[in-house]
Nanobody, 120 residues
Framework: QVQLVESGGGLVQAGGSLRLSCAAS????????MGWYRQAPGKQRELVAA???????NYAEAVKGRFTISRGSAKNTVNLQMNSLKPEDTAVYYC??????????????WGQGTQVTVSS
């Protein structure tokens, strides 16, 4: 079993910043590949950013240059720094544990989600 707990969501004005954090525990290897997904109302869940065990990253085109995924100082924590937020970034953001084989593949382990709302 893997447990994921997200934190850091909230309401922010367009152009502002938020930092999301996720802590993973349970049957998980140290430095497991991890990712952030988001789901807006009426839309499919989409990958926002992911990081491999070695530190390789990939980002959705819509967030490149604005969001940064990084490992936290504690084991199996991952952060998502979100700058220059736009109203279209409004969504529930989910943390995920996955595998990395050239790119990121999610496993079926999800956090409860944290709401990010960007006002115009």
């Amino acid at each position: 079993q893997v447990q994921l707990v997200e934190s850091g969501g909230g309401l922010v004005q367009a152009g502002g910043s938020l930092r999301l954090s996720c802590a993973a525990s349970g049957s998980i290897f140290s430095l497991n590949p991890m990712g952030w997904y988001r789901q807006a109302p009426g839309k499919q869940r989409e990958l926002v950013a992911a990081i491999s065990s070695g530190g390789s990253t990939n980002y959705a085109e819509a967030v490149k240059g604005r969001f940064t995924i990084s490992r936290g100082s504690a084991k199996n924590t991952v952060n998502l720094q979100m700058n220059s937020l736009k109203p279209e970034d409004t969504a529930v953001y989910y943390c995920n544990v996955g595998v990395w084989s050239g790119t990121y593949y999610p496993l079926n382990y999800w956090g409860q989600g944290t709401q990010v709302t960007v006002s115009s």
